[in-house]
């Protein structure tokens, strides 16, 4: 019964909330705003008055010089540059958190046995490479969590609930594919928690995921995409 319940009408139900949570979200998300005028940069500083330009080779080194003195000063203000070390944790783990799922030989057979269509399937070996570094990331976030002051003093109780929920489905994927347990508890815990993670997403912070993208464009901040075309 539970079996049933977990690869059948629970499914559908996943499928569905997520569905559903998004489209409501975005409903909400266009309530919430207003649409406004982009706003008119700042006029520039009127140029001062150039000075005369090397010719040939040093002109050129010049240029380039001038050029990356701009960009690095820019780039040394970035995430990148004053916390590198989180900022490739972080990236990683986004990355694989949607590669590995996606790209897994099992879950595209189930979508070729049901609806006769699936992506390109990555070899084992490397969805299974991925699948790890996403529960170590996982690990690292919640060593931080715990012992990083700065990030323990925003910390409650339910960021520890979603980064397990996170992370779950990609544990027992991990130890299903190795057969660590009794295999078939061990698929249907792991189902259990791809449809947890699924209804999740629309009504916890796992949404910056998808409304990552919406915000940044829609939204003028010293973060977007662009000038953004509404406020709240």
């Known amino acids: 019964m539970v ?3 977990i690869r059948g009408p ?12 998004l489209v409501w979200q975005g409903l909400l998300f266009f309530r919430s705003s207003r649409e406004r005028p982009a706003p008119e940069p700042p006029p520039l500083p009127p140029e001062p008055k150039p000075a005369a330009k090397s010719k040939g080779l040093q002109g050129m080194v010049d240029r380039f010089s001038a050029w990356f003195d701009r960009h690095w000063a820019r780039m040394r203000r970035t995430v990148l540059f004053t916390h590198p070390l989180m900022t490739t944790i972080t990236i990683v783990f986004h990355t694989f958190l949607f590669a590995a799922p996606l790209f897994a030989e099992a879950h595209n057979e189930l979508w070729r ?8 399937s990555l070899p ?3 969805v299974d490479m991925m699948t790890l570094v996403v529960v170590l990331c996982g690990a690292v976030f919640l060593y931080r969590r715990f012992f990083v002051r700065r990030v323990r003093a925003i910390t409650t109780p339910w960021d520890i609930v979603i980064l397990a929920i996170t992370v779950a489905p990609f544990l027992t ?3 299903a594919a190795h057969h660590v347990g009794d295999y078939g508890t061990v698929v249907l815990v792991h189902i259990a928690c791809g449809e ?5 997403i629309p009504f916890t912070k796992l949404g910056h995921m998808l409304f990552f993208f919406l915000y940044r464009l829609l939204l003028p901040s010293e973060y977007s995409f662009g000038r953004g075309s509404r406020a709240w």
Do not use: K
């Not at 046995?113 to 390109?120: D, F, S, Y």
């Not at 947890?196 to 999740?200: G, V, W």
């Open 173 to 175: 994927g991990f130890l």
């Open 196 to 200: 947890l993670m699924l209804m999740a």
């Open 124 to 126: 084992f070996a490397a």
């Open 10 to 21: 629970m499914v559908w139900v996943a499928f569905l909330v997520f569905a559903g949570g």
């Open 113 to 120: 046995r049901a609806w006769g269509v699936g992506l390109p």
């Open 3 to 5: 079996e049933w319940l």
